[in-house]
C-alpha cells in the first residue's frame, strides 16, 4: 500500500471514528497531495513524493502554531499543535542531534570540505543524506559550528 493510499483509508477511518482532529489534518496532507497532482506535473507521485508533501505541509502548520502562541490564541495553536502530531505518524523519525553531527562528519569528510567557505558543498551533500530526517535550519547551524573548528 502506497503512503498515499495509507492517507486515503485513514481520511475513511478518521470519519468513521468520528475523529475531528485526525480528520482534518489528513484531509489537509490530501489536499496539498491534490494540489501537486493538479500543478500540472501531470505525473503519479512516489512515496517519497508524498512524504516531501508531508513535511512542508508539517512545516507550515508548525510555523502557523508558532504564530498563533505569539499572537496569544493558544486555542488555535493547540488545533495545529493536534495536526502536527497526526502528521508525525506519516514522517520518518527524526534524529538527534548527536545522529546528526555524526552523519555531517562523514559528510564533511566524503566532500573534503574545511573551512566555512565549504558550506554549500557539505550542506548539498547532507540534506540528501538527511532528507526528512532533520530539520534543515538544524542541520545549517551544525555544519557551521563544525566547519568553524
Known amino acids: 500500500m502506497t503512503l498515499e493510499q495509507q492517507i486515503q483509508k485513514?481520511?475513511?477511518?478518521?470519519?468513521?471514528a468520528h475523529d475531528t482532529d485526525r480528520l482534518n489534518a489528513v484531509r489537509g496532507i490530501k489536499t496539498a497531495i491534490l494540489v501537486e497532482k493538479t500543478s500540472g506535473a501531470n505525473h503519479e507521485l512516489t512515496d517519497a513524493d508524498v512524504l516531501k508533501i508531508i513535511q512542508n505541509f508539517f512545516f507550515n502548520?508548525?510555523?502557523s502554531s508558532e504564530i498563533y502562541t505569539q499572537?496569544?490564541?493558544?486555542?488555535?495553536?493547540e488545533k495545529e499543535l493536534a495536526e502536527m502530531n497526526v502528521m508525525q505518524t506519516y514522517l520518518?523519525?527524526?534524529?538527534?542531534e548527536e545522529e546528526i553531527v555524526a552523519i555531517l562528519k562523514e559528510?564533511?569528510?566524503e566532500t573534503g570540505a574545511s573551512?566555512?567557505?565549504d558550506m554549500g558543498k557539505v550542506m548539498g551533500a547532507a540534506t540528501?543524506?538527511?532528507a526528512g530526517?532533520?530539520?534543515g535550519k538544524v542541520v545549517s547551524t551544525l555544519v557551521r559550528q563544525l566547519l568553524a573548528q
Open 10 to 16: 485513514d481520511i475513511m477511518e478518521a470519519m468513521k
Open 61 to 63: 502548520v508548525k510555523e
Open 71 to 77: 499572537g496569544n490564541r493558544p486555542e488555535l495553536a
Open 92 to 96: 520518518p523519525k527524526a534524529l538527534t
Open 107 to 109: 559528510v564533511i569528510a
Open 115 to 117: 573551512s566555512p567557505k
Open 128 to 130: 540528501k543524506k538527511l
Open 133 to 135: 530526517q532533520a530539520d
